[in-house]
């Protein structure tokens, strides 16, 4: 499962790694706690609007937890080089989780009202490229192209917590009534993950370039 040159590629510095995943789990924590806890209770008023369309809501939101907790381990056991069973069968679970969360969310975005067109377009184009980058990845490996499914990784899970960078974004914004909630909604619907992908993607490159200079 290695090249020469993949495994001369210098792993990432133990303090960013700590720091980036304590980051993740602490915002992870707070989407548990503040967006996912209250649908623990199996009810309409807990459910609210989205009671009707439960038959996808549960679905995606199991399936998206799945993949926030175990994306996590995986990228400490990747960017650590422990690539063993574990991180094969994690590997397998997140998958398995970005299936049923992805199937989930292409429900709700169908089903969503008309009116609401734009946030459902953005929820279509989060589920779309959650399964296209996690399908790379998937390929990749496959392959045994261990650099190339690192990067499509770091991608599918920069999705994975868009989830998480929605509701934080959504409930400031909607604090700080800079625009009304229904375009704050449609607009957060698109930058959750949109914008950390134009964040992610330099880095990935800057990265590869840096390591292609060494070779």
Not at 9 to 32: D, H, K, N, Q
Not at 45 to 57: I, V
Not at 129 to 154: C, F, P
Request: net charge positive; aromatic share 12%.
């Amino acid at each position: 499962m290695s090249t020469p040159a993949i495994e001369a590629a210098r792993p990432a510095r133990p303090w960013i790694v700590a720091a980036t995943l304590c980051i993740l789990a602490a915002g992870a924590l707070w989407f548990i706690q503040q967006a996912a806890r209250q649908y623990s209770v199996y009810d309409a008023a807990s459910y609210g609007d989205l009671w009707p369309r439960r038959a996808g809501f549960i679905p995606h939101m199991a399936g998206g937890l799945v993949a926030i907790s175990t994306g996590l381990i995986q990228l400490w056991l990747g960017a650590t080089r422990r690539t063993g069973s574990l991180h094969r069968n994690l590997g397998r679970v997140y998958l398995g989780g970005v299936a049923v969360g992805s199937a989930g969310a292409f429900y709700l975005a169908l089903t969503i009202e008309p009116k609401y067109f734009a946030y459902a377009a953005g929820l279509f184009g989060l589920s779309t490229a959650w399964v296209l980058t996690t399908g790379m990845a998937y390929a990749a490996i496959r392959k045994r192209a261990i650099e190339r499914h690192r990067e499509w990784m770091i991608r599918s899970y920069t999705l994975t917590f868009a989830f998480v960078l929605f509701r934080l974004m959504d409930q400031l914004l909607i604090h700080w009534h800079v625009a009304p909630d229904d375009q704050i909604d449609a607009m957060t619907a698109w930058a959750c993950w949109s914008v950390p992908l134009l964040v992610v993607e330099p880095l990935l490159q800057l990265r590869k370039s840096r390591r292609g200079a060494l070779h």
